[in-house]
């Protein structure tokens, strides 16, 4: 099975990858517009804000792609006039880079202990000390071994 | 005469909970059996006496009664007379009050159920159940009274907020405070059982049923919340990560996460303590978000702007959490699973991942919205954490978690063979590596578009593959296609049901990709006459015609839509203008196919003439509401009660753990053909 999947993931790899074009300007207005926020509409960004401020925005930042400006620097010509506040997810450096840190150190965090965790549940089952569920279990063992195998025989029948 | 009558209603309804409250436990205590049948008698005639109250305001709205405040502020003279019905919960108080009625009865019912299944728990359980209404009945009463009133003569009042003059607000934030305040039942029921010493499994079903009933009804009012922003709101969007959004779907993920969870504890007698913690972290979510709604220190669009709650409500949150987290840790000791795990590969493990995954997605979705916070506070500067942070982070957590409802199912209990893993899982993972192949050679440039796809149709086909074993079961024992099928969902309705929410999830995704990847969008400024070219389509606009109405000014827009030379639809969006609010109010004109919606909305009426007219392409947009009823669907089809298996379980509540384990690892009638059942 890996065999026959991996050729078509790199097939499809290799498609994806060469053959991305470079966005118009339409497309980078649009972009920004969906990352700095309507500064009068609590939370809205421009592209989903309706009201004249929004719109007046809309309006400088084609004016400045028009201009030949790059789009970090109309972001930067938007901070430098409201703050930081002004774009809709916060920059990578300062203090908010703790907004994008906490989350993948705290998830490696917790995989690491989830894995703990359940490695340290595993190896519980060795001695048999867990009192009557532990005994149950035992005697159980022959019983369970023989529906699982009933079971799984009676899926390859039906399959 | 109404004020007077709500307001007794109300203070008898804090009287009655608090008496409710405190008998059932002194009766418990003291083992005077009929101060605990009068402590449930108290608590079932909160229903009335939230009733009266609720009637009482519903009747001082529809006779305009503005010598009320709330009345006044709410409602007036001119609105569509349908709105006077939900005016009554537009506002702080009122929906205070609405919550505490519906509460009562969610709550009433609870311990009537409780009382017939599990009584030996239901002293503290219908204390806890009691002890939240009393704290919404004293909010009522100390702060938000709906029935103050109005301090001058008033002819005619200030009038419904516009953008709430909606079909959705039927049902949008009934149903949404219903599941909020309903997380309160599976934590009593878990909460009640440890205090009463019952620490086995003697709270699983109530909790668990309860627990999906709130969750459900929480899914729908989020959904229908999205369908609202989507119609109304203007941009095209559904979801905009706003923090009472958030807030709203935080206690919806942890309860998810629950609801997979609990099955552990229920087949396998394990993560009996993680269940607990599950639920005290849903109810503590729940009473969060109550708080950043009424008070809470973050702005957002939705919230109650006057209301100066936040202190009450961050109280009660405190104090929810300290007694949950409280009851557990004393209990702690007496929480242990009856199985160690087996191995890795196991549906065990697999809804641990899953759990993992979901309070992730909660972690930082609550970091999202905490953050700003410690900013103001920490520099001077604040920053702004919205959509494109949200999307980048929680995204690919969605994507993991979707692609794990395709593996979790098929793997067994306690401990899966890779070989049969492979056998379930080649078909499915063959169609999604063609469908990304397919994808990308039809020309999409996307790459995480295709990945999801790709994993969309991965999870897809292993529950098809699933269904068509098993239905060809059925057929060699004599069934035809459709009963073999029906029988087959009805052999295991939980299990069943359960496929049916994830394809409803799939759904919703195929909607989500589409839109988020694929829209086009468009703002133009038209002359009668003039068009506009947007993808295929082209739109010409004709005019407009003004209705007169007593609030607003009401101007609908005629746009002719052609594709080619062929005019397919004239679409009919309106913008409404109320003086006395300042505040437009606009209803997008939605042509939608299943491929995609063309969405137009009049973002303004120019004095020149012109219209200026938002129009976008969102793909597949017609899926996002194919999910609701299909979501529904599934979770009735998995709660539908089973006589065979309620009267087999019903019996001997004194039966030690581990006596359940042969019985619940019996093969399950008729699934032959399930990945997994082995166990």
Same mark, same amino acid.
């Given at each position: 099975m890996r065999t026959a999947l991996l050729p078509l993931v790199i097939l499809t790899l290799a498609t994806v990858a060469c053959g991305r074009p470079e966005p118009g300007l339409?497309?980078? =207005? *649009?972009?920004?517009? &969906?990352? +700095?926020?309507?500064? %009068?509409?609590?939370?809205?960004?421009?592209?989903?804000?309706?009201?004249?401020v929004a719109?007046?925005?809309?309006?400088?930042?084609?004016?400045?792609?028009?201009?030949?400006?790059?789009?970090?620097?109309?972001?930067?010509?938007?901070?430098?006039?409201?703050?930081?506040?002004?774009? =809709? *997810?916060?920059?990578? &450096?300062? +203090?908010?880079?703790? %907004?994008?840190?906490?989350?993948?150190?705290?998830?490696?965090?917790?995989?690491?202990?989830l894995y703990l965790v359940v490695r340290e549940m595993r190896r519980r089952r060795q001695p048999a000390g867990t009192g009557l569920s532990g005994a149950s279990e035992a005697g159980l063992g022959p019983y369970l071994k023989k529906v699982d195998e009933e079971m799984s025989g009676e899926r390859d029948d039906s399959a | 005469m109404?004020?007077?009558?709500?307001?007794?209603?109300?203070?008898?309804?804090?009287?009655l909970s608090l008496y409710a409250a405190a008998s059932s436990v002194a009766g418990r205590l003291a083992g005077i059996p009929e101060l605990v049948v009068s402590g449930r008698r108290a608590a079932y005639m909160t229903i009335p006496a939230a009733a009266i109250g609720s009637g009482a305001l519903v009747t001082a709205f529809v006779n305009h009664d503005f010598s009320i405040k709330y009345v006044y502020e709410h409602s007036n003279l001119v609105m569509d007379r349908e709105f006077i019905w939900v005016a009554f919960y537009a506002g702080n108080d009122g929906s205070l009050l609405y919550i505490a009625t519906v509460y009562a009865g969610m709550a009433g019912l609870a311990i009537w159920v409780g009382e017939r299944q599990r009584p030996e728990i239901m002293p503290f359980t219908s204390a806890i159940l009691m002890g939240v209404l009393a704290f919404f009945f004293f909010v009522l009463a100390v702060f938000a009274n709906p029935f103050a009133p109005l301090e001058f003569f008033a002819a005619d009042g200030l009038g419904i907020n516009p953008l709430l003059s909606h079909p959705a607000m039927f049902v949008h934030p009934p149903l949404l405070m219903a599941g909020l305040a309903g997380i309160a039942l599976p934590f009593a029921y878990a909460a009640?059982?440890?205090?009463?010493?019952?620490?086995?499994?003697?709270?699983?079903?109530?909790?668990?049923v309860s627990g999906i009933v709130v969750w459900a009804i929480l899914g729908s009012g989020v959904l229908l919340g999205a369908w609202w922003a989507y119609t109304i709101l203007?941009?095209?969007?559904?979801?905009?990560?706003?923090?009472?959004?958030n807030v709203a779907l935080m206690p919806w993920l942890a309860m998810t996460a629950f609801i997979h969870s609990v099955m552990v504890q229920k087949r396998r007698g394990m993560f009996r303590m993680w269940n607990i913690v599950l639920?005290?972290?849903?109810?503590?979510?729940?009473?969060?978000?109550?708080?950043?709604?009424?008070?809470?220190?973050?702005?957002?669009?939705?919230?109650?702007?006057?209301?100066?709650?936040?202190a009450v409500f961050l109280s009660f949150m405190i104090l929810s959490a300290l007694f949950a987290f409280g009851v557990f840790f004393w209990r702690y000791p007496m929480l242990r699973s009856d199985r160690p795990i087996e191995s890795f590969l196991s549906r065990e493990v697999a809804f641990l991942v899953n759990n993992f995954l979901l309070l992730g997605i909660v972690f930082v979705t609550l970091w999202g919205v905490v953050f700003p916070l410690i900013t103001e506070f920490a520099s001077d500067g604040s920053v702004t954490v919205a959509t494109p942070y949200f999307n980048r982070v929680n995204g690919p957590l969605f994507l993991v978690l979707i692609a794990l409802m395709g593996?979790?199912?098929?793997?067994?209990?306690r401990k899966a063979s890779g070989a049969s893993v492979r056998r379930w899982l080649t078909i499915p993972l063959l169609?999604?590596?063609?469908?990304?192949?397919?994808?990308?050679?039809?020309?999409?440039?996307?790459?995480?578009?295709i990945l999801a796809f790709a994993v969309l149709v991965f999870v897809a086909s292993v529950i098809a593959e699933e269904w068509i074993r098993g239905t060809l079961a059925r057929r060699r024992a004599g069934d035809n296609w459709a009963l073999g099928w029906w029988r087959l969902l009805n052999g295991n309705r939980p299990r069943h049901g359960g496929y049916v929410v994830h394809l409803a999830i799939l759904l919703l995704a195929f909607g989500v990709v589409g839109t988020q990847f694929f829209d086009q969008r468009g703002d133009f400024a038209l002359r009668p006459g003039e068009a506009a070219t947007i993808g295929d389509y082209r739109l010409v606009y004709t005019g407009s015609e003004e209705t007169p109405r007593s609030d607003r000014v009401l101007r609908t827009g005629s746009i002719d839509v052609y594709k080619g030379a062929t005019l397919i639809e004239t679409l009919r969006p309106w913008h409404a203008f109320y003086p006395a609010f300042n505040q437009a109010s606009v209803r997008a004109a939605i042509r939608s196919t299943p491929i995609e919606d063309l969405y137009v909305v009049p973002s303004d009426f120019l004095s020149d003439g012109r219209l200026v007219l938002r129009v976008s392409i969102n793909p597949l947009a017609w899926w996002l509401w194919i999910a609701g009823p299909v979501f529904i669907a599934g979770t009735a089809l998995a709660l539908w009660p089973n006589p065979a298996t309620e009267t087999r379980r019903a019996p001997s509540p004194a039966r030690p753990p581990a006596a359940a384990g042969p019985s619940s690892r019996r093969p399950v009638p008729g699934g032959q053909a399930e990945p997994g059942s082995t166990a």
């Open positions: 339409e497309q980078r =207005a *649009q972009r920004l517009e &969906s990352q +700095i926020i309507c500064p %009068v509409c609590p939370g809205e960004t421009l592209d989903q804000s309706q009201v004249q719109r007046d925005m809309k309006v400088v930042i084609r004016e400045r792609l028009n201009a030949g400006e790059s789009e970090e620097e109309i972001r930067q010509y938007f901070v430098d006039r409201y703050g930081t506040r002004i774009l =809709a *997810q916060p920059p990578t &450096s300062g +203090i908010s880079l703790a %907004v994008w840190l906490v989350p993948p150190v705290g998830f490696a965090a917790a995989a690491i202990g | 109404m004020a007077d009558l709500g307001t007794i209603a109300v203070l008898l309804g804090l009287a009640g059982a440890l205090i009463s010493g019952r620490t086995a499994d003697e709270w699983l079903d109530l909790a668990r203007g941009w095209g969007g559904y979801w905009g990560w706003d923090p009472i959004e639920l005290n972290v849903a109810f503590v979510l729940a009473q969060f978000g109550m708080f950043i709604n009424r008070g809470g220190p973050v702005v957002s669009v939705h919230s109650f702007a006057a209301s100066t709650l936040g593996i979790g199912p098929v793997l067994a209990w169609l999604s590596a063609a469908t990304a192949l397919g994808l990308a050679s039809a020309g999409i440039r996307e790459p995480i578009a």
